[in-house]
């Protein structure tokens, strides 16, 4: 009966970085970012803030990825966690497992991974329980 509303995706960009831009190193942030360049880092979203995530055509994150809305045209290697909303456009390659709550693939987009609906947390509590139930 009473659900826990849902993040809007934020319809504005506050940070960019461009298509000539190679960053090394984790970011982390909260609110809008779009990325045009290269990321050889994980992009972290603030827990428990609204981000938005938007990945152009030519934009490469190398490493994890865990925000509350992702938008990519992009190439994106490693891990992919979205707690609300991901949408994969024609051209996006996302090279590792992708845990999701809602996702859009479009036709063209690859995925090279397990996609596993849910939160990855939830999956390990219930490892964990059933590893200690059993004596």
């Known amino acids: 009966m009473f ?6 995706p934020q319809t504005q960009i506050d940070t960019l970085i461009g298509a ?3 960053i090394g190193g984790d970011i982390n942030f909260s609110g809008g970012l779009r990325v045009d360049g290269y990321v050889n880092g994980n992009v972290i979203a603030t827990p428990g803030k609204p981000s938005t995530l938007v990945l152009s055509e030519h934009a490469q994150v190398n490493g994890e990825v865990s925000v509350t809305h992702l938008v ?3 190439t994106i290697n490693g891990p992919v966690s979205t707690s609300e909303y991901l949408e994969l456009q024609g051209k996006a390659k996302v090279t590792g497992d992708i845990h999701y709550k809602t996702m859009q693939i ?5 995925i090279e991974g397990r996609l596993i609906h849910g939160k990855p947390e939830a999956d390990e509590k219930v490892v964990a329980f059933k590893a200690g139930g059993g004596e």
């Open 72 to 74: 990519t045209n992009g």
């Open 106 to 110: 479009q036709l063209g987009a690859i």
């Open 20 to 22: 000539n831009a190679i």
């Open 3 to 8: 659900e826990k509303k849902h993040s809007k």
